[in-house]
């Protein structure tokens, strides 16, 4: 069994960071991407930023220059920083794993979800 576990949401005003991160645990072999996705209310999941297990990334536009995203493979977990953050990026974040269990089953796993709200 795997789980996806975030952290780091919350209210923060314009112009303002937050930092996400994501711990993956359970039967894992190896993991492949990681990556975080948004979903705004009334609109579809996009991808906003992900990372291959060799650390090349790739960033939605909109994101680009604000947001990076980054991992550590000992600690099975990814994080994202964004910067000067915009009431656009108003969200629910949800971290996603390509991962290898130790039965050697590959799959893509989901975190729960974390809100970020950006208001003045």
């Known amino acids: 069994q795997v789980q996806l576990v975030e952290s780091g949401g919350g209210l923060v005003q314009p112009g303002g960071s937050l930092r996400l991160s994501c711990a993956a645990s359970g039967s894992i072999l190896s993991i492949y991407a990681m990556g975080w996705y948004r979903q705004a209310p009334g609109k579809k999941r996009e991808l906003v930023a992900s990372i291959a297990s060799g650390g090349r990334t790739n960033y939605d536009d909109s994101v680009k220059g604000r947001f990076t995203v980054s991992r550590d493979n000992a600690k099975n977990t990814v994080y994202l920083q964004m910067n000067s953050l915009k009431p656009e990026d108003t969200a629910v974040y949800y971290c996603?794993?390509?991962?290898?269990?130790?039965?050697?089953?590959?799959?893509?796993?989901w975190g729960q979800g974390t809100q970020v709200t950006v208001s003045s």
């Open positions: 996603n794993a390509d991962i290898v269990t130790i039965t050697i089953s590959r799959d893509d796993y």
